[in-house]
């Protein structure tokens, strides 16, 4: 992600606002173990299509940086702090990953529930509030700007995933699954049909991008930012991911089914690399025929929607996103835990 350089030292502010906030560590609530593969290609590395070899990296193995979580989900990559912010939705916290201490402490506490993060193009944290029901940014000195909380006068179900534009433009997805119980929010009743939303970059305003999908989950952008791909987690018999194409005004126009999950397979969290291959977390969807150890990990789809590589996990991956020093780490909330790849290729800017 390239940030302008007059912003530089509002992210060092920013950046020593979050090491003040943070703990010098972090209390597991349990832990799971993981043994990680001794021998070269990781078996968990599958190439389904010939076409995956070559983002495979022959001597890079998966990797458990972390584990104790409760549901960790919306991973967001600060490079110039070499750290990753992750939303531990029941725990109420955001958890920061330090890359180069391999430690893990608590980035906020308490979070509103957040779900989803993301950065905008001056590098300051997004966030979608479950509790609050609310997107907001992170300012440099620590303090929180309120970018969303209602459409119509109503308040908004519960946003979960979130993507900002290179041109600034915020979009954000808003089922009701934060306030289907108390276990990621508060239960309440829905006031606004399952949308998804775009902030305009010059005045703030919320329109309403799109409003006919069952459950609208992960998003993001082709590399070109020409196409937006959006999984539809409740579409019946199967989830899927619809590819949209994006108007200079953000307008969405010819909605075409891009992946099916066929049968028990579960997406939720997309992200794009710069090839144009969508990263995808995957894992069962509990139906009685599904077999988790066979599902749950990552799923990887060419730009025209054919599955090429899957990354096996222990756990369902909820979220992930390309970070490191070179973009080429990809970094996966799964459940309880945190883990990371190192690829042949890296995430969309």
Known sequence: MEIDPQVQAGRRRLLGAALALAPASLVHAQSFSFTPQQRYPDPSVRILDPEFAKYRIYSSSVEQ????????????????????????????????????????????????????????????????????????????????????????????????????????????????????????????????????????????????????????NGLCFSPDEKVLYIVESRHQPNRVIWAFDVGADGALSNKRLHVDAQGPGAIDGIKCDEAGNLWCGWGSNGSPDAKAEDLDGVMVFNPAGKAIGHIRLPERCANLCFGGAKRNRLFMASSHSLYALYVETRGAA
Do not use: M
């Open 65 to 216: 940086l972390a584990t104790g979580f409760r549901w960790l989900e919306g991973p967001v990559w600060f490079g110039d702090g070499r750290y990753l912010l992750a939303s531990d939705i029941p725990n109420n916290r955001i958890i920061r990953w330090d890359e180069t201490t391999g430690q893990t402490s608590v980035f906020r506490h308490p979070s509103n529930f957040s779900n989803g993060l993301a950065r905008d193009r001056q590098g300051r944290l997004l966030a979608c509030e479950h509790l609050t029901r609310r997107v907001t940014r992170t300012e440099y000195d620590g303090s929180i700007t309120v970018l969303a909380d209602r459409f119509d006068g109503k308040p908004f179900n519960s946003p979960n995933d979130i993507v900002c534009q290179r041109n600034g433009a915020i979009w954000f997805t808003d089922p009701p699954f934060g306030i289907g119980g108390h276990w990621e929010g508060d239960k309440a009743t829905p006031e606004l049909p399952h949308s998804v939303y775009r902030i305009d970059p010059a005045n703030g305003r919320v329109t309403l991008a799109l409003a006919d999908l069952a459950g609208p």
